[in-house]
């Protein structure tokens, strides 16, 4: 089977196994367009669990503050399943937010991914910087009511602005993000859910003649 997801959000649940905000198993096909993760709590796969040949696809998702008890604080990946990551934040979810086993793979690209994510980071168009949101969230695993309020936008100078891949964005066919404002602006997608509204502006420097003074 197949599910398509676009501008949902998943925050503070607990799984007591696999999967605190969601679990994918059995050869299912899911992909997730401007998702929120956060603050969910699992034994593995805070936000992410996934099993059994499966294939999950998360593009323009922020993934924040969740947190596993055994491994994998954002995903946990087993026995050949697949994941890719693309234009998304994944941000203090504790040390080995992505974790594979069995055979699973995990590909992560365009993606603010850290503090403590190798390998991830300063390949395929990743970075590990702040993504600088607009508020939150606390540290991974603060407990029940702590994540709240989270606002996914990002601060002016975030380095997630402006530093995705557009293609990606483009083959989901949304062009919206997260908040119902349009993708993409100033040219270039923004990693994560929500798209910052700066734009922008090159202003050419004025040189004067020698001997000639500008006053501002």
Known sequence: SSVALNRVIFQENTASQGGGGMA???SNVVTVTNGIFGGNRAATGGALYTDNSNYSTLTNVTIAGNTASSSGGATYSSNWSTVTIVNSI???????????????????SYTDIGPDATPYPGADGNINQDPKFAAGPPTSGAGAGAFLPFNARLQFLSPAINAGANAATEDTGVTTDF????????????MGAAESRF???YVSPTVAPPGVNIIV
């Open 24 to 26: 994918n198993q059995t």
């Open 90 to 108: 994944v941000w203090r979810n504790g040390s080995g937010p992505v974790v594979n086993a069995s055979g699973a793979t995990t590909t992560v």
């Open 179 to 190: 908040y119902g404002n349009p993708r993409i602006q100033d040219g270039i997608v923004d």
């Open 199 to 201: 734009v922008f502006t």
